[in-house]
């Protein structure tokens, strides 16, 4: 009995996906037959990096051992300590999930930068161009420095850059082709909103 393969690509493997298939930030539309679903809608313009998904699966391993953990403390009739436990899960799953949610977004209106703690949205007539520049890049956002390529947003106000993605961040760290697409995808929104 074949077992299909269901990624979030689905309507994109399937051979019978209609044009009613709406694509996902990442994939290419040249087509005019497929339209995207609300331009409002803040999308990211590549795929999260094998480290970003594989640290976040990691946390969330941990999380489940920390609520198997309250699970028998609470059994054992502690439940100040079962508590605590599940304070202490819910405190990594949310770190996890925010760390997916980490990158860059684009719509309509602008751009958007969301960190681990804070977010930056820079309106398009704010932007006054995207460039790559080669510098000493942070490797997985970690104190390290080395030589990489960093997408830096100008803004008409001037003042520092502001830093949209790097080639060795969690999302593009040994992945050359897709830091390429993510930078011309945004360089070319950026290109788009300017005329």
Not at 130 to 135: E, G, N, P
Request: glycine share 8%; with cysteine.
């Amino acid at each position: 009995m074949p077992l299909p393969f269901l990624t979030a690509d689905r309507a994109h493997d399937d051979d019978r996906a209609g044009p009613e298939a709406a694509p996902l930030a990442h994939v290419d539309v040249t087509h005019a037959d497929v339209a995207y679903e609300d331009p409002e809608r803040w999308r990211r313009p590549y795929r999260p990096g094998p480290w970003k998904v594989g640290g976040a699966a990691v946390l969330l391993l941990l999380a489940s051992y920390l609520l198997f953990s309250a699970l028998i403390i609470a059994l054992a009739g502690s439940g100040s300590a079962a508590g605590v436990c599940v304070a202490a899960a819910a405190l990594v799953m949310g770190f996890a999930v925010r760390m997916v949610q980490a990158g860059v977004r684009a719509n309509e209106r602008g751009l958007r930068r969301t960190g681990l703690l804070s977010s930056t949205t820079v309106a398009w007539q704010d932007v006054a161009s995207i460039r790559t520049v080669q510098q000493p890049v942070r490797r997985l956002g970690l104190p390290l420095t080395v030589q990489g390529q960093a997408v830096l947003a100008e803004r008409t106000s001037g003042g520092a850059p502001l830093t949209l993605i790097t080639s060795h961040d969690t999302d593009f760290l040994g992945r050359p082709e897709a830091f390429r697409a993510a930078a011309d995808a945004l360089d070319e929104q950026a290109a788009r909103r300017a005329r």
